[in-house]
């Protein structure tokens, strides 16, 4: 039996009340680490780091999936604040957004110093 529409919505709040717990560095983490957790988006970078700025059909070169998994993949790191990029016509230009890549470096740097913290004092 299907469920009305509105329990949806109940899920839906229930999971916001949940990520409510977390801090706001915990949640800035989470969403860091899934948007690195693919081998294809660390190549993105790369790519992006490289050539400094780069076209869409530039970074589809460089890896072995389709231009649509590529934008996909451009739109989660987009999302994630570590790419900007701008659509002009056609064309999509990218490049790494090198202030909140730096700010993702210090929140990882920070969360393994405190578990390096955490480890010297337990079992």
Same mark, same amino acid.
């Given at each position: 039996? %299907?469920?009305?529409v509105?329990h949806? *919505? !109940?899920?839906?709040?229930? $999971?916001?009340a #949940?990520?409510?717990?977390? !801090?706001?560095a915990q #949640?800035?983490l +989470?969403?860091l680490?899934k948007? /690195?957790?693919h081998p294809?988006?660390?190549?993105?970078l790369e790519?992006l $780091? +490289?050539r400094k700025?780069?076209?869409?059909?530039?970074?589809?070169d460089? %890896?072995p999936? &389709? #231009?649509a998994?590529v934008?996909q993949?451009? *739109?989660? %790191?987009k999302?994630?604040g /570590?790419?900007s990029?701008?659509?002009e016509? $056609?064309?999509?230009c990218?490049c790494v957004?090198?202030k909140?890549l730096s700010q993702? #470096?210090? /929140?990882? &740097?920070t969360?393994? *110093?405190?578990?390096d913290?955490? *480890?010297? &004092?337990?079992c």
């Amino acid at each position: 039996m %299907l469920r009305p529409v509105n329990h949806l *919505k !109940t899920g839906l709040d229930m $999971a916001k009340a #949940q990520m409510d717990r977390f !801090t706001d560095a915990q #949640q800035d983490l +989470a969403r860091l680490a899934k948007a /690195l957790s693919h081998p294809a988006r660390i190549v993105i970078l790369e790519v992006l $780091a +490289a050539r400094k700025v780069c076209l869409c059909g530039e970074v589809v070169d460089e %890896l072995p999936l &389709s #231009q649509a998994t590529v934008s996909q993949h451009l *739109k989660v %790191l987009k999302e994630a604040g /570590l790419v900007s990029g701008e659509i002009e016509g $056609a064309r999509s230009c990218y490049c790494v957004d090198w202030k909140s890549l730096s700010q993702a #470096q210090d /929140l990882i &740097s920070t969360w393994f *110093k405190r578990a390096d913290d955490i *480890k010297r &004092s337990c079992c």
